[in-house]
């Protein structure tokens, strides 16, 4: 079975420019999150989605951060414009809706 | 709001032997799930052990076990017969209801020595 597979691997831009991330979840996976993870921090989350609706985007920053979910499959996050501090590892799990999320391997984006 | 605290930035074991992070949480709730995840240098986040709040009995993986003590909200992971491939970031993981969100602690950069 194919895991959750994230892109791009790396990311880094100047701050103020725009960036998409991208995630494809385990096939049959109702729910996706996503996740902040900044260095020495542990993730946090940004947004859930079950199937192609928001369950919780309460910590999402709404005036530059955006997800999406078309069709209940793959989701895409984006930031624009970008900051220094959103410089981090992000994060795409998805789940049965039970208790066991599966992570991929996150995009790590540097902004400078 | 629930939170979870890792008071160990950074442990380290000798192969073969034993080690234990430990990890507190607070939350007004009277059922949830606790997790422990294994994060590699290579980033991919994996699932080590799971409790469930209402199981008195302390969860076991293989060489990975817990010591869930829930009136003093603590959860400590176990490890025997450290290996080399344990070397890891290692978070504690809260969940207030199935399907929920994982809230996590800072994490426990845990390095196995030769």
């Known amino acids: 079975e194919a895991g959750v597979a994230q892109s791009p691997r790396y990311k880094i831009i100047e701050k103020r420019q725009s960036v998409a991330f991208w995630c494809n979840p385990i096939s049959g996976h109702a729910t996706l999150y996503w996740y902040q993870q900044i260095l020495g921090q542990g993730p946090k989350l940004l947004i859930q989605?079950?199937?192609?609706?928001?369950?919780?985007d309460s910590q999402l920053p709404k005036d530059r951060f955006s997800a999406e979910r078309l069709k209940g499959v793959d989701s895409t996050l984006k930031i624009q414009p970008a900051k220094l501090e959103d410089s981090a590892v992000y994060l795409c799990?998805?789940?049965?809706?039970?208790?066991?999320?599966?992570f991929g391997p996150g995009t790590r984006l540097t902004v400078l | 709001a629930q939170t979870v605290t890792q008071s160990q930035p950074e442990m380290s074991v000798q192969e073969a032997e034993t080690v234990t992070l430990s990890c507190t949480y607070d939350?007004?709730?009277?059922?949830?799930?606790l997790f422990w995840y294994k994060q590699p240098p290579s980033r991919q986040m994996i699932l080590v052990i799971r409790?469930?709040?209402?199981?008195?009995q302390n969860a076991t993986e293989n060489r990975f076990s817990v010591n869930f003590q829930k009136a003093a909200k603590s959860f400590s992971l176990k490890i025997s017969d450290s290996q080399l491939g344990d070397t890891a970031m290692y978070f504690c993981?809260?969940?207030?209801?199935?399907?929920?969100?994982?809230?996590f602690g800072a994490g426990t950069i845990l390095r196995v020595k030769s």
């Open positions: 989605f079950q199937n192609n609706g928001v369950v919780d």
């Open positions: 799990a998805s789940s049965l809706g039970g208790t066991a999320q599966f």
């Open positions: 409790q469930e709040a209402y199981k008195q």
């Open positions: 993981a809260f969940m207030v209801r199935y399907g929920n969100k994982l809230v």
């Open positions: 939350t007004s709730e009277s059922n949830y799930y």
